[in-house]
Every structure is written in structure tokens, then in C-alpha cells.
Nanobody, 126 residues
Framework: EVQLVESGGGLVQAGGSLRLSCKTA????????IGWFRQAPGKEREGLSC????????HYADSVKGRFTISKDNAKNTVHLEMNSLKPEDTAVYYC???????????????????WGQGTQVTVSS
């Protein structure tokens, strides 16, 4: 059974940084992708970034390029999302998700991930 557990959310001032973590378990091969998404109240879910376990290839949404960095620690089965220069509009619940692709990853609109974590709240104060 695939399990994803997010951590690292919290309250931060504008301009600050946070690092989110997604601890994964239950995968039987390295052919899977971990994606980060967020959803703010009254808004649609937004894909932010993803990383492919097997080769570390990544994809970023234009909205976070240059501010957010995704990385993986294979030994700890954990994926991190480093978020810098945070803005109040980054306030949302952040989720990690997984899908068992064998080609890479994307967080393009409309792409579905099969497995989801419970989410972690990020609040950026002005």
C-alpha cells in the first residue's frame, strides 16, 4: 500500500522560506513520480512541481520556477520542496501525490495522480 506523509508546513513571514517533506512508502519499483500541489480556499488545485524517482528528472510550473526547488533523498524515501521568497498568495494547503509512471513526470493541468497525502498548511503573513 502506497503511503505519503507530508510535513514541514507552518506560518512564515513574506520573504521567508519553508521546506516541505513528503515521506513515501509502499512502492515496489523506482518508476514513480512524486508531485507537489496546493489548494487555497476558493481556488482550484494547482500543480507546482514533480520529480521522477528513477532518474531525478523534474518539472516545475511557471508560477514557482526560480522560487521553489524539488529534491529527493532516496535513502530516506523522502521528497522535499524548498520554498523561498514566499508571498502571501502562497498560502494554501500543500499536498504531495504519487503516480506510477515509467517515463518521467508532469504537473500540467488535468494530469491525475493516484495517491495523495493528507496535506500540510502553509500560511504566509504579510
Amino acid at each position: 500500500e502506497v503511503q505519503l506523509v507530508e510535513s514541514g508546513g507552518g506560518l512564515v513571514q513574506a520573504g521567508g522560506s519553508l521546506r516541505l517533506s513528503c515521506k513515501t512508502a509502499g512502492f515496489t519499483s523506482d518508476d514513480y513520480a512524486i508531485g507537489w500541489f496546493r489548494q487555497a480556499p476558493g481556488k482550484e488545485r494547482e500543480g507546482l512541481s514533480c520529480i521522477f524517482r528513477r532518474d531525478g528528472s523534474t518539472h516545475y510550473a511557471d508560477s514557482v520556477k526560480g522560487r521553489f526547488t524539488i529534491s529527493k533523498d532516496n535513502a530516506k524515501n523522502t521528497v522535499h520542496l524548498e520554498m523561498n521568497s514566499l508571498k502571501p498568495e502562497d498560502t494554501a494547503v500543500y499536498y504531495c501525490a504519487a503516480e506510477t509512471w515509467d517515463w518521467g513526470c508532469t504537473v500540467a493541468a488535468g494530469v491525475e495522480y493516484a495517491y495523495w497525502g493528507q496535506g500540510t498548511q502553509v500560511t504566509v503573513s504579510s
